[in-house]
């Protein structure tokens, strides 16, 4: 059986003291960055872990972060955690992940189980509690962060998320510069942040465009694939309400919608133009190529976890909000054409 790697271990072979080496651990700021990327660099060689008990006693930190999503199979909610589990990490964290499946009320249950395991920070990236319920639970002083999703009062919190209005509003440009002027939304019935902001910039362009928004042309279900095909085959049978365009909330329901389209003998894009939202890494595979708007997934999930860490190792920045909003990106690929004159 191999001998337990322990911290004087880690001290003698980088070269530094004990107590060093512990600073690297729990408060890694205090420490050069050359010291610090050199044991750091023994930790992971020695594939040294810590006790988290002795840690706790310690520092009383508990070394971990509770994330929260509300769908863990969505590709979007993947690529955010494994960015916000690479940062941690590199700080000797680890993460504690809690899916909610969109309901509200395991929301609260999961939120409130993270503060009394007494997580050091809580990364949300699902927000369906209320304003109230959200300032009840802020009171137990855990670092919170949102990422993507925000709660009502915004200002008060620190937050990472794309200018979704904006994302909305350039997807329905885009189609619009291809001739369209039936162009459905295709969004989920959650009453987030997210999902309304696209549907206000979806709207924005129509009325800019001086084209009546329509409720027909509004389609309601979950950001989930088998929700988009779901929605996608209503969105063919509507008759004289058919569109020639969707614009997607988020791509996993535009790639639901692509399989309606393949089941009906719809083509895309000569009968049908797609759009979506995300840019999840499936959208960009041969077999699929969805044009898309982007939201830096990766970048959203990394900056999260910079801002939760900061505010774990820092308490004196607790009161400094830290709230930075991407811009979108249009990004072109094959699922939209221009329209046919008729």
């Known amino acids: 059986m191999d001998k337990e790697v322990t911290i004087n271990d880690i001290a003698r072979e980088a070269g530094v003291s004990k107590a060093t080496v512990s600073r690297v651990l729990n408060n890694p700021e205090k420490v050069a ?5 050199k044991v750091l660099k023994v930790i992971q060689e020695k594939n040294y872990r810590p006790n988290p008990m002795a840690r706790s006693l310690t520092t009383r930190k508990t070394g971990v972060i509770g994330v929260v999503v509300s769908d863990i199979t969505n590709p979007f909610y993947a690529v955010m955690v494994r960015s916000i589990e690479e940062v941690c990490r590199s700080y000797q964290y680890h993460i504690f992940l809690c899916n909610t ?19 050091d920070g809580i990364i949300l990236g699902a927000t369906r509690m209320n304003d109230q319920e959200i300032q009840n639970l802020a009171k137990a002083q855990t670092p919170m962060v949102f990422v993507s999703r925000l709660p009502e009062n915004r200002e008060q919190y620190d937050y990472v998320i794309v200018d979704s209005v904006l994302g909305g509003y350039l997807a329905t440009k885009y189609l619009l510069s291809l001739g369209h002027t039936k162009i459905a939304y295709l969004g989920g019935h959650w009453p987030t ?16 465009a001086g084209i009546e928004v329509r409720d ?10 088998e929700n988009g095909y779901r929605e996608g085959i209503k969105i063919l049978r509507a008759g004289k309400y058919r569109p020639t365009a969707v614009f997607s909330a988020n791509d996993a329901m535009a790639i639901g919608l692509l399989e309606a389209c393949n089941e009906e003998g719809v083509r895309v894009p000569e009968e049908l133009s797609i759009i979506g939202f995300d840019d999840i890494p499936l959208s960009a595979s041969r077999l699929i190529q969805l044009t ?5 997934t990766a970048e959203l999930g990394s900056l999260s976890g910079k801002i939760i860490m900061d505010k774990v190792l820092n ?3 607790k009161d400094v909000r830290q709230q930075i909003v991407f811009p979108p990106k249009l990004v ?3 699922t939209c054409a221009r329209i046919k004159e008729e």
């Open 315 to 317: 308490p004196r920045k």
């Open 33 to 37: 960055k050359k010291t610090r990327e």
């Open 292 to 296: 898309t708007v982007s939201q830096s």
């Open 193 to 208: 942040s997210s999902n309304l902001e696209r549907l206000e910039g979806y709207k924005r362009a129509l009325e800019e």
């Open 216 to 225: 027909e042309y509004i389609y309601c279900g979950e950001f989930r694939m």
């Open 332 to 334: 072109i690929r094959g």
């Open 101 to 119: 499946d969109g309901r509200e009320e395991e929301e609260e249950l999961y939120v409130k189980s993270l503060i009394e395991k007494k997580v």
